[in-house]
């Protein structure tokens, strides 16, 4: 079957799903496909914490009536290191907060909006394939239950993640990719336990890092840090709690509730960044073009700024005003990106225990506290963590904002 569309977005998460949103608002038709089920996409467990732009856009653009209602909004976190906990007031020194909402929230919320609109998402495509872009007849094939498409279009948006399509359908030579894969991993849960803090607590401890969070004021998300390749066999829930009541744990009888743990997995870390983001008129966004460690909270976000600049480079497009903002996508996304992995691996570097730092304790140990100790202990320290962590500024109009 043969049909046509002005961009073809391939993936359903975060990236698809609000660009579809921006270009829609724009009057610009997509189609978004995605190869797993709904359920799969609404359920899988991922990020929870929003920069105030990301929030400022979801609201300003008619999606964030829940994030309001249902988000937590938090006015800094906590650092934690030899028993103490430190406050990082981002609210005074930046003016800006952050959300603990869930991924998959939000991905609720984005898909709730697109149908609504009636424009195409399609669940469960299969042999999806992009061809034609290097010219200027970009075309992707796709079957949808059992018959064979056919998508002619304008551009092509690879929103499908680390492990999306677009990304190896680039020709050989364009791409550079730049990479750091860190000797660990977290161990993540979700647990029926009321948060025991208001606010976020990144832990440097003895025994590795520990990170709590939550998603409600009902259910508790905690991390720790493990190997790799560790085997989530050998984590009972018993195990787990012991470890995060020992990493977490100050001196002033803070300690994170205890409750049923209902969600588990390991994610491994991993710093990536390809250049350039763009091959014809292929462009990557999200997770399918960068990957961070989790330890600033930057994937989810960094995906949401690069789409804010594509919609609004495709709008300059189609609106007549010209190709300038498409042909710069890739530089101008890549200096917002680059300081999120500045970020995203010195809050890891600073808050993990190094596999060359045995035993532990040793002479990282000892530099990383000392490191917290300026952080925690001097306002430009503080100060330069806020700005980074409640999100750099983005300065690209929304749609409605355009004269
Ligand atoms: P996604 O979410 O991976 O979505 C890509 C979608 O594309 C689909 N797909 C395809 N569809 C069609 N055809 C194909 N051939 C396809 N191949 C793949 C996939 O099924 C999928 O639905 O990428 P996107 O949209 O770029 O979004 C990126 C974010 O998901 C990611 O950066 C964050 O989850 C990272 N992250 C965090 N980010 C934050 O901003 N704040 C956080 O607090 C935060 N915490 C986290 C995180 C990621 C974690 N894990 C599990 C990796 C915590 C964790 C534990
Ligand atoms: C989460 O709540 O899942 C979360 C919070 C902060 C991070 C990473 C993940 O840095």
Redesign the pocket.
């Known amino acids: 079957m043969s049909e046509q569309t002005q961009v073809a977005i391939?993936?359903?998460?975060?990236?698809?799903?609000?660009l579809g949103h921006l270009l829609h608002l724009y009057g610009i038709d997509s189609v978004i496909?995605?190869?797993?089920s709904e359920e799969?996409?609404v359920e899988?467990?991922?990020?929870?914490?929003?920069?105030q732009h990301?929030v400022d856009m979801m609201v300003a653009t008619g999606v964030g009536e829940r994030l309001q209602r249902e988000g937590l909004r938090h006015g800094g976190v906590y650092l934690a290191f030899q028993g103490k906990r430190h406050r990082i007031d981002f609210e005074e020194l930046t003016g800006k907060s952050i959300w603990v909402y869930g991924?998959n929230e939000v991905?609720r919320d984005l898909i709730d909006a697109r149908r609504a609109t009636g424009r195409p998402l399609r669940f469960e495509?299969?042999g999806?394939l992009v061809a034609g872009f290097e010219g200027d007849q970009p075309v992707v094939h796709?079957i949808d239950n059992g018959v064979e498409h056919e998508l002619r279009c304008d551009f092509i948006a690879g929103?499908?993640?680390?492990?999306?399509?677009?990304r190896p359908s680039f020709p050989a030579g364009v791409l550079a990719a730049y990479e750091r894969v860190h000797p660990f991993g977290?161990l993540?849960i979700l647990a029926h336990a009321a948060p025991s803090s208001d606010e976020l607590v990144y832990s440097l401890h003895e025994r590795g890092f520990a990170l709590f969070?939550m998603r409600s004021p009902s259910v508790t998300r905690l991390?720790l840090q493990c190997d790799p390749d560790e085997d989530l066999s050998n984590w009972s829930d018993d195990r787990i709690w012991g470890e995060l009541q020992s990493r977490l744990a100050t001196d002033d009888g803070w300690r994170p509730n205890i409750g049923t743990i209902f969600q588990k997995?390991i994610?491994p870390m991993r710093s990536f960044v390809v250049e350039p983001m763009q091959c014809g008129r292929l462009f990557l966004?999200?997770?399918?073009?960068h990957?961070?460690p989790?330890t600033?909270?930057?994937?989810?976000?960094?995906?949401?700024a690069?789409v804010r600049v594509l919609s609004d480079a495709l709008w300059r497009h189609y609106s007549g005003r010209g190709d300038g903002a498409l042909q710069e996508y890739s530089e101008t996304s890549l200096r917002r990106v680059w300081k999120a992995q500045r970020f995203s691996w010195w809050m890891t570097s600073m808050l993990h225990l190094g596999a060359q730092d045995a035993p532990f304790a040793g002479f990282d140990y000892r530099r990383q506290v000392a490191e917290l100790d300026y952080v925690t202990g001097s306002r430009a320290g503080m100060t330069s963590l806020a700005e980074n962590y409640v999100g750099l500024p983005i300065n690209v109009p929304l749609p409605g904002a355009h004269r």
Request: proline fraction near 3%; aromatic fraction near 8%; charge should be neutral.
């Open positions: 391939i993936g359903a998460g975060p990236a698809g799903l609000l496909l995605e190869n797993r799969y996409v899988r467990v991922r990020a929870g914490v929003l920069e990301v991924q991905v495509v299969s999806v796709y929103c499908g993640g680390f492990h999306g399509i677009c977290w993540g969070s991390y997995g994610t966004a999200g997770d399918s073009a990957i961070v989790p600033g909270a930057k994937g989810l976000n960094l995906a949401a690069d």
